[in-house]
T-cell receptor, first 114, second 112 residues
Framework: NAGVMQNPRHLVRRRGQEARLRCSPM?????VYWYRQLPEEGLKFMVY????????ESGMPKERFSAEFPKEGPSILRIQQVVRGDSAAYFC????????????FGPGTRLTVL | KNQVEQSPQSLIILEGKNCTLQ??????????LRWYKQDTGRGPVSLTI?????NTKSNGRYTATLDADTKQSSLHITASQLSDSASYIC???????????FGQGTRLTINP
């Protein structure tokens, strides 16, 4: 049973380009969470999705960021017109039941904006 | 404001020694508290989870305690090993898995 998978592991973009980060949850998990970790800081919640639904996006920046979790395929975190401040590690986690269920984290995608 | 503060920020100990990491939180409502281990360049891995009614929980050489009255938790590591070198993150749930509040972590280094 594969764990949470994220790709790419490392992504380099120039300012103004788009970044697409993908997350495949653990088999059988239907809840996906995205977090951002800036250097020397703790993880910060961004968005919580279930299949085809955004449950909570209170941690998402109002502009340029969007997330989806389609019926088929991985969850996608999309950052348009990236800026240097977007450079961070982006972690995806999944859980089976939500609520108090343990979240299992992927290895993260390290985004560097030049 | 929901916050989780951890101390110390970093800690260096010799292999075989014990250590205790601290976590103070101001999170409401309180659902549960978890400790995660994060190796460099990897995602966090859950060590323990405790609800309001639990005072202590062990996972091998890791023992977590929770005092819900003082809103403090600790993670005790016994007989440390080189592989324990990592960041240890205290995470408090403010009701629902999407309301996790993360501490900044304690960076633990085990020297031979």
């Amino acid at each position: 049973n594969a764990g949470v998978m994220q790709n790419p592991r490392h992504l380099v973009r120039r300012r103004g380009q788009e970044a697409r980060l993908r997350c495949s949850p653990m088999k059988g998990h239907s809840h996906v969470y995205w977090y951002r970790q800036l250097p020397e800081e703790g993880l910060k919640f961004m968005v919580y999705l279930q299949k085809e639904n955004i449950i909570d996006e209170s941690g998402m920046p109002k502009e340029r960021f969007s997330a989806e979790f389609p019926k088929e395929g991985p969850s996608i975190l999309r950052i348009q017109q990236v800026v240097r401040g977007d450079s961070a590690a982006y972690f995806c986690a999944s859980s089976g039941q939500g609520s108090t269920d343990t979240q299992y984290f992927g290895p993260g995608t390290r985004l560097t904006v030049l | 404001k929901n916050q989780v503060e951890q101390s110390p920020q970093s800690l260096i100990i010799l292999e075989g020694k014990n250590c205790t990491l601290q976590c103070n939180y101001t999170v409401s409502p309180f659902s549960n508290l978890r400790w995660y281990k994060q190796d460099t360049g990897r995602g966090p891995v859950s060590l323990t989870i405790m609800t309001f009614s639990e005072n202590t929980k062990s996972n091998g050489r890791y023992t977590a305690t929770l005092d819900a009255d003082t809103k403090q938790s600790s993670l005790h590591i016994t007989a440390s090993q080189l592989s324990d070198s990592a960041s240890y993150i205290c995470v408090v749930s403010a009701g629902g898995a999407q309301k996790l509040v993360f501490g900044q972590g304690t960076r633990l280094t085990i020297n031979p």
